[in-house]
């Protein structure tokens, strides 16, 4: 994403020293730098080359819709200026950032900044299919679709589950459904209860909602997946872990707060996200087993073919995950879907914590640390979380945190939705 600078010197500040630190900026940004014709085609970046500026600064902020950006020199006051700049955007309930070029990983930081600050903006062009409605169980996690779009921006597009039981119920298995099934089954460690016949019906249904995904412009999507059991006598988890690996986010269960994590997670990782139950919690050890049928395969490191763990019936996936690896956890919840909790783990050795029989069929288990554990015990959001590898925390944090104020604003008749502001 370019940036669209926009560059800020005290009047006192001496014209040819104000000339030279532009110059260097824009030397270090190199080739991502835009002007500052306010077009409007990139990331707004305010560059606060001096202090005295907050004033200037603040009323160029009043027309920038999001997250403010800052970018700080490390000298001629510029931080001060910025810190005193980011504190009035906090008690107008905005938020922000503070980068200080050729400090640390400055550009990586600033990166990241636009890449959520893009993601931001596709959440309001996004649209989430709403499958057959959340499942019975989810009394947490079944908010108004309204408020989806007010808080966060994507429409939801409800969709009756008998539609997808008719049309699955009218194709046969083709070539294509053949060629995908044979793809999955030669991926596979081990096949363990699935049959060909349930297998190649299981790809059939991904065909299904793939289709039905394209026809209606869908960049997410959420099933009732219990009610497939027995309208068609297999279960949805290969259809969704394949969906989220062709980079349509889908979720389980009609869980619009874990599938809207996943859009977020999605947008900031582009990898597909694993939406699981905590499964096992030792608070005391600080770990916590998550699990779920539906792990997309890109993300695992090996997988075997299972039955579902409920029902035994269909495909479900028994995905294994690297030692060490790295994960971020997230969850959006609330009443108005304005609070949200995220933290990183480390994926523990399956030595350690084999698979085990009583869960759902993927497993993995974090060292999330005592206090983490014990949270998830005492406050939490809901049940189904959203994990995806990497170190991801922050970003997720100026995202929702973001959304949270502008909730929190609009709420005391301050910026109104839609805005970010």
Known sequence: MALELTFFASPIARPEEVALMTAWVREQLGEVAGDSSGGGRGLPVAVVLTGGTEDQVLRRLEDVSGPATLLAL?????????????????????TGRIV???????????????????????????????????????VASSPDPAVVTEVWGPEVVSVPLSEVVGRYRSLEVDE??????RELLAGAAEVVEPDWD?????????????????????????????????????????????????????????DL????????????????CFMANPSDVDAEAGMV?????????????????RSHF???????????????????????????????????????????????????RTQVTLDVGERQAGSLLERPLGNHHVLVPGALAMEFIRVAGAVRRKAWAAAMGGPKPGSLR
């Open 257 to 272: 707060p874990a599938t809207l994590t996943m859009l977020v997670l999605a947008g900031l990782s582009g990898r597909p």
């Open 310 to 360: 409920e029902s035994g019936l269909g495909v479900g996936l028994e995905g294994h995950f690297r030692q060490g690896e790295t994960f971020t956890v997230a969850r959006v919840g609330g009443r108005r879907l304005d609070d949200y909790e995220v933290f990183e783990g480390h994926a523990m050795s399956e030595d350690a914590h084999p698979t085990r029989e009583d869960l759902c």
């Open 74 to 94: 490390p000298h001629s006051n510029s931080i001060p200026a910025c810190m005193e700049i980011l504190a009035k955007l906090g008690q107008d309930h905005r």
């Open 198 to 254: 349930t297998v190649s019906r299981a790809v059939l249904l991904y065909r299904v909602l793939r289709d039905m995904a394209r026809e209606l412009r869908l960049d997410a999507l959420t099933v009732r997946c219990f009610d497939l059991l027995g309208d068609v006598a297999n279960t949805g988890c290969f259809a969704l872990s394949r969906l989220n690996d062709d980079g349509v986010v889908a979720g389980c269960e009609g």
């Open 289 to 305: 087993t998550f699990g779920h049928c539906s792990a997309p395969l890109g993300i695992v490191n090996t997988y075997r073919l």
């Open 100 to 138: 200080v070029v050729s400090r640390g990983q400055w550009r990586d930081d600033l990166d990241k900044v636009a890449r959520a600050a893009d993601l931001t903006t596709r959440l309001r062009k996004s649209r989430i299919g709403l499958f057959g409605g959340p499942s019975s169980w989810l």
């Open 176 to 181: 294509e459904t053949r060629a995908l099934a």
